[in-house]
Each structure stands twice: as C-alpha cells, then as structure tokens.
C-alpha cells in the first residue's frame, strides 16, 4: 500500500505564493505519473500539472507561467510552487501518482487527502 500525504496548503492574499509538498511512501519500487489537482467549491476537479518519472511537465492553461511543478525522486515527493495567487485558485488541492510496488506489477493510482489552499485579502 502506498500513501500520499500533501502539506503546504494555507491561507494567502491575492498576488502572493505557496510551495504544496506531495510525499509518497509505503511500498514503492517506482513512480512513474505524478499530478496535481484541484477543486473549487461547486466546480468539477481539474487537473492543474502533471510530470512524469523523466521531469516532463504539462500545466493546464490558467496556471501556466504561475505555477511550477517539480519532483525530488530520491524523497518520493513531489512540489507545486504557486506564485501570483488569486481568488479563483482557491480549491482543494490534491496529488495523485501512478505507482509500481515491484518491477512485475502493474502501475496503480493512488490519491492523497488533499490541502485546502484560500486566497484571500
């Protein structure tokens, strides 16, 4: 089993930054997918970044050039750095990653809890 725990989330005012913490641990032989979501209130989820085991990113439209995801695979965890916040990035934020348990199984999804991340003056 495979947990992911997110940290970093918080209340912050318009314009400003946070650095959201996704740390994966339990059996893990490797990490291929890892993503970050978010939920408005009221709003569908919807993917904000994703990179893969190689550091390869995509970003949806609205964050990019705001917001920069990165991962340490030595720690099993991966960041979203968000700068220029504002009230419309207010969600639950939330990763997710793709997971092996060993070089024979097959990739499996997991999710964290999520953090609630407010922007607000």
């Known amino acids: 089993q495979v947990q992911l725990v997110e940290s970093g989330g918080g209340l912050v005012q318009p314009g400003g930054s946070l650095k959201l913490s996704c740390a994966a641990s339990?059996?893990?032989?490797?990490?291929?997918?890892m993503n970050w979501y978010r939920q408005a209130p009221g709003k569908q989820r919807e993917l904000v970044a994703g990179?893969?085991?190689?550091?390869?990113?995509n970003y949806a439209d609205s964050v990019k050039g705001r917001f920069t995801i990165s991962r340490d695979n030595a720690k099993n965890t991966m960041y979203l750095q968000m700068n220029s916040l504002n009230a419309e990035d207010t969600a639950v934020y939330s990763c997710?990653?793709?997971?092996?348990?060993?070089?024979?199984?097959?990739?499996?999804?997991?999710w964290g809890q999520g953090t609630q991340v407010t922007v607000s003056s």
């Open positions: 997710n990653a793709f997971v092996r348990a060993s070089h024979w199984d097959a990739p499996k999804n997991y």
């Open positions: 339990g059996s893990i032989f490797s990490i291929l997918a």
């Open positions: 990179i893969n085991s190689v550091g390869s990113t």
